[in-house]
């Protein structure tokens, strides 16, 4: 079985060394690629350095299109499987194999580590979980899947669920939107509990500043995606 890890970096030069070192050490049987999203730091400097494979985005295409273009590439390539795992450390790679193995027996499309539900590790802020929260009702809601950790970085694409991440995915706070578009599509979602770690180094691109116009965004989004979805199933 081929398998990548995807790792999406924008300005991430404090903490991308130890991530790939980490990999490396805990999960040496993935392959993996870094997709510099044209960042303005020196990440793109210890990528060259340590000879790290890596795609260089030309213009900044955002979390979204920095993941899809790691599933492009592990489609064009021939992966059997492609995980996220985020540059800024936050993410255990010693868990990849456990999700590998509940991806084969639970014949699942799409698995989700979730640091909710044994809620052990960091557990982000209280107005995150709040957030977060509200996606869990609001997924629950639209598609009648109860997924605890919707915003989950950490997450593992089977061959089905990467076809079509690789041709559809959201540009901006892809997380909750790509967790209806897959369970609309009646692919099978799975959770397992793993630890998360703060922030290794830079700064998360969802802050207090923009997170109403997150929830927003994310929320119309899934609600306009879910009606075209029943407006399709109708027109047949």
């Known amino acids: 079985m081929k398998k990548l890890i995807i790792i999406p970096a924008y300005n991430e030069s404090e903490s991308i060394y130890h991530t790939v070192m980490d990999i490396k050490e805990k999960a040496p049987d993935f392959d993996y690629i870094i997709v510099n999203d044209c960042s303005k730091d020196n990440t793109k400097q210890i990528l060259r350095e340590h000879r790290f494979p890596y795609l260089d985005l030309p213009i900044n295409q955002g979390i979204g299109g920095a993941v899809q273009s790691g599933y492009l590439y592990a489609l064009e390539n021939g992966y059997d ?54 996606f869990t009702f609001l997924i ?3 598609t009648g899947k109860r997924i605890t950790d919707p915003t989950s970085g950490l997450r593992m ?74 407006g399709g199933k109708a027109n047949v």
């Not at 799975?190 to 830079?202: K, N, Q, S, T, Y």
């Open 157 to 230: 694409a089977g061959k089905e669920a990467m076809a079509f991440f690789a041709k559809e995915y959201p540009r901006d706070y892809p997380e909750p939107e790509s967790i209806v578009d897959v369970l609309s599509r009646k692919m099978k979602v799975v959770e397992l509990p793993v630890l998360m770690r703060e922030r290794g180094g830079g700064v998360s691109s969802i802050r207090i500043g923009n997170s109403i116009y997150y929830m927003f965004k994310v929320s119309v989004a899934i609600f306009i995606a879910r009606i075209a979805r029943k």
């Open 81 to 134: 499987l492609a995980v996220q795992v985020d540059g800024d450390g936050q993410h255990d790679p010693s868990f990849l194999g456990e999700m590998v193995k509940a991806m084969e027996r639970e014949g699942a499309d799409l698995v989700i580590g979730s640091r909710f539900l044994e809620k052990e590790g960091f557990q982000s802020s209280f107005s995150r979980r709040l957030g977060i929260r509200y």
């Open 140 to 142: 629950k809601l639209c």
